[in-house]
């Protein structure tokens, strides 16, 4: 069967204006935040060897990785999909020896190897920073507060942090339940279906379900919950994070949350805004393994920003027609003031339906 001319791939899709202009608008403003925090920006390749991607993947994540066979190098590869990914290879290779903590940003496409009805892009834009050499909580509150700045700086204004405990369970349960137990037990709270959890001889986790809210109840509940003291730390280390966001977005504490959060640690965070569906971002904390097997602890955020572009579109600068036989210099004076300027090329270039606000007509820009 041949493929209609101009048909895409499932998931695949063309940016056309004014789409493509927001999204590249939305990921400079997020990088230009990042950046003013110290976060040096890399970019690595879209493809890579697949044993470099997956090996350093958690299961999930390596079965949604599409890959091929390159017939120059006669190797497997495979489109990234997730940039974080790829600078702990480079900070665990080829920066190495660069002085910790190393803050580097990042920004560019992803590819998933399936879409699922509630995210059906393939293809997704990925703009975050990671900050390598530390997972304390003073690297998590660096952590969120420039992510939530760098949303803000694009222009949405309630954002609200989900604060998670990704290896609460483990750490709770570690010593008393058989691994079998616990990925059931982690399965069962994933649904957040009570009734199966006391059928299934879990009723003592119920109240950890309970503990999810608004931050200043969930930690008081969590501190309830704290069975020998084991989450001490965390719960120390979220409420701290919690009152370094302050009244910077809203924080709720879903401690259970487990879903995106496959290879993060003690911490992590998911991002949300009003108005927008959907997660808008995530990060925590996570263990980079070098190539000989030594483990360096790093702390990282990434954003998705196609979702920002459900928001009404900023439109144009105001579009000034520069008829024909204008002299260039004089354009150029326009462009300075802030105009785009589209040239006549012929006498069949019509200004209005090139889309101009304005006509450059003796010197001046006249609203058409
Ligand atoms: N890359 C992760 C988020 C993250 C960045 N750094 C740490 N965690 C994701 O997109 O789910």
């Not at 059928?199 to 119920?206: C, E, I, K, N, V």
């Not at 003291?229 to 370094?244: F, H, K, M, Y």
């Not at 959907?278 to 790093?298: H, K, L, Q």
């Amino acid at each position: 069967m041949t493929i209609p001319h101009g048909l895409l791939p499932e998931g695949l899709r063309d940016r056309l204006p004014p789409e493509a202009a927001a999204q590249t608008r939305i990921a400079r403003a997020l990088l230009d935040t990042i950046a003013t925090h110290g976060y040096d920006l890399v970019s690595p390749p879209l493809v890579e060897f697949e044993e470099g991607l997956t090996g350093r993947l958690m299961e999930g994540r390596a079965k949604d990785t599409l890959r091929f066979v390159d017939p120059v190098s006669q190797r497997t590869l495979a489109l990234r999909p997730d940039i974080t990914i790829q600078i702990g290879r480079i900070a665990s290779t080829r920066l190495a020896s660069a002085p910790r903590p190393l803050r580097l940003a990042y920004g560019g496409p992803i590819l998933k190897l399936r879409a699922s009805q509630l995210a059906p892009a393939r293809e997704i834009m990925q703009v975050g920073a990671e900050l390598i050499g530390r997972d304390s909580v003073a690297a998590a509150c660096e952590i969120v507060q420039v992510a939530v700045e760098a949303l803000r700086a694009t222009g949405v204004e309630s954002v609200t942090v989900d604060l998670t405990l990704p290896d609460l369970v483990e750490t709770l349960a570690g010593r008393v339940l058989a691994v079998e137990d616990i990925a059931k037990l982690k399965t069962l709270l994933d649904m957040k279906d009570a009734g199966a959890l006391i059928a299934a001889g879990f009723s003592d986790w119920l109240p950890l379900m309970a503990t999810t809210g608004p931050v200043t109840e969930s930690i008081e509940k969590l501190r309830a919950f704290n069975h020998a003291g084991l989450l001490t730390s965390r719960i120390d280390g979220i409420a701290a994070v919690a009152e370094a966001i302050g009244d910077a977005a809203r924080v709720t504490i879903d401690p259970t949350e487990r879903h995106g959060f496959e290879y993060q640690s003690w911490f992590g965070f998911s991002l949300f805004a009003e108005n927008i569906s959907g997660e808008i971002g995530r990060g925590g904390s996570y263990v980079i393994v070098g190539p000989d097997g030594s483990e360096e602890p790093a702390t990282g955020f990434s954003l998705y920003p196609d979702a920002l572009l459900e928001s009404p579109i900023p439109a144009n600068a105001p579009t000034l027609f520069v008829p024909l036989g204008i002299p260039p210099v004089l354009a150029a004076q326009f462009r300075n003031e802030g105009y785009r300027t589209i040239a006549a090329l012929d006498a069949d270039c019509d200004a209005a339906k090139l889309g101009c606000s304005h006509r450059l007509t003796n010197g001046k820009a006249v609203l058409l």
